[in-house]
């Protein structure tokens, strides 16, 4: 499987892909039933001004991490986990890819959840249906692993058909939120205090940082280096914030707290199964794919085939034996603290070792103990700060950004052995 999807290798030139059928894929994570959530919570839970200007900063940040990592994917073309071999050794960075996966299978399993929760709920609104939820999450959990398992290509085809009708899906519903009054005057429906600015900014970076951390997994496809960044552009700044927009407005058009009833509401509820079934199965696919890619990179010697299976079944069986409202908060916590990683490649490939990220096979020292204290300090600032005993910049994920990107700057340049003159980067 590593010749097709290049799990543990470099992808070759001549095995790229047309940047905008990457970036149809990366478009995903933000056309889902997730993105439309925190699009209504925000709308609820904030003024009018911190409602929009979050989304603004918010999506500006995330583009900003997105364009630096889809570069180094583009050009070093390995996924996030071989970058991460090569910044922290390939001892060091077992563990780290190891709970990496553990994190992604638990995501897996909760949207797994929420998938089937919400098909339940549709199924009894238009069909009376009461049956248990089950049935769909263990269907879903096979189907989505059957897809990851064929690979990128299969996962493309798909997005190429499901984005579209997503994308529909979306403009329908701010055409039926419009009908209800202009954009002007539901906004002004916004209550007058609520969350803040600097917890609504958290919220949306939070959220969707993994994704802007782990974008070299996709990128890692796309030749020129203007592809990377327009698909950072057009997943964060572009499609993410549009979304979240929408579904503000649907929100506060009808009052409601719960997509999956205003929709109903507006007579959505071909257009909700699109939304629940659509995204669940594109979200999923591309989380179950890069598990398997961490999974490859911390154990090399496993086959593909058999990453795949084993961490698509792990993540249904967490979803059908429910359990994993036990740990939820637990996930939250360990998807944080790997935002560091990212500042860490980040400044390796700009700055300090780029010769290691563009030359060679991905092989490193065992253990680089520099990367992991700078990284220990910053998962550190993370977790302090998402439970708001220490804010800096007054968002938890980029206080862990700036913080690792400083201390393993200033340690690495210390280290004369590392310093390195950096090379110009054609954009």
Known sequence: MDSDEYSTSRVPPERSMPWWRIATINVLFSVSLPTLITGMDLANESSQAVFLSSILVGSAILTVIGILTSIVGCRARFSSYML???????????????AFALSLIGWFGVNLNLFGDSIQRLLQAQLDYRGPAWPAELGAGFLITGTTLVGLKAINRLSMLIVPVLLFVCALLLVKSLRHD??????????????????????????YIVGAVIMPDTCRFIGPVHGAVWTAFLTYFLSSAGIMIIGGLAALALHRTEML???????LGAAAFAIVIGGSWLLNALNLYSAALSVDAAIPRLSRTTTTVTCGTLGTLAAFLNILDHFLTFLFYLSIVFVPVASIIVIDFFWLRRSDYLV???????????ALGAWAVGAGIALVGSAGLVRLTGIAALDALLVTALLYAILRWRSRSYRATPSHVDV
């Open 182 to 207: 202009s954009a002007a005057d539901l906004l002004a429906r916004a209550p007058a205090t609520g969350m803040s600015f600097g917890d609504a900014v958290s919220a949306i970076v939070g959220g």
């Open 84 to 98: 991460a071999r090569i910044a922290f050794g390939a001892k060091g960075s077992m563990l780290l890819n190891l």
């Open 261 to 267: 009833d205003l929709m109903l509401a507006m007579g």
């Open 360 to 370: 060679g096979d991905g092989q490193s020292r065992g253990v680089e103990p520099t």
